[in-house]
């Protein structure tokens, strides 16, 4: 098989897989705060695109109830976060 035909599989493969990667918020006031922000859409699902947190570097989610972060591990470019009460 030719280098150029591997190579393109692999890229079109890689950017399909990119663009349905998934985000697991299970903290509803979590997700919402994200749809809030635009980061997500409803309803919720306990799910929010990783494309779309992925270049975040501010995070203002001050006051909105949050019990549970998990899923921040995606915000890969996060460098302030404010998540009071």
């Given at each position: 098989?030719?280098?150029?035909?591997?190579?393109?599989?692999?890229?079109?493969?890689?950017?399909?897989?990119?663009?349905?990667?998934?985000?697991?918020?299970?903290?509803?006031?979590?997700?919402?705060?994200?749809i809030?922000?635009?980061?997500?859409?409803?309803?919720?699902?306990?799910?929010?695109?990783?494309?779309?947190?992925?270049?975040?570097?501010d995070?203002?989610?001050?006051?909105?109830?949050?019990?549970?972060?998990?899923?921040?591990?995606?915000?890969?470019?996060?460098?302030?976060?404010?998540?009071?009460?």
């Open positions: 098989m030719n280098i150029k035909v591997i190579l393109c599989v692999f890229c079109f493969l890689s950017l399909s897989y990119n663009s349905l990667s998934q985000t697991f918020v299970p903290d509803d006031n979590f997700e919402q705060a994200l809030d922000l635009g980061y997500d859409s409803g309803p919720l699902d306990d799910m929010v695109p990783t494309a779309n947190i992925t270049a975040v570097t995070l203002d989610i001050n006051t909105k109830n949050i019990a549970n972060l998990t899923g921040i591990e995606d915000f890969i470019n996060l460098q302030s976060l404010n998540c009071q009460d």
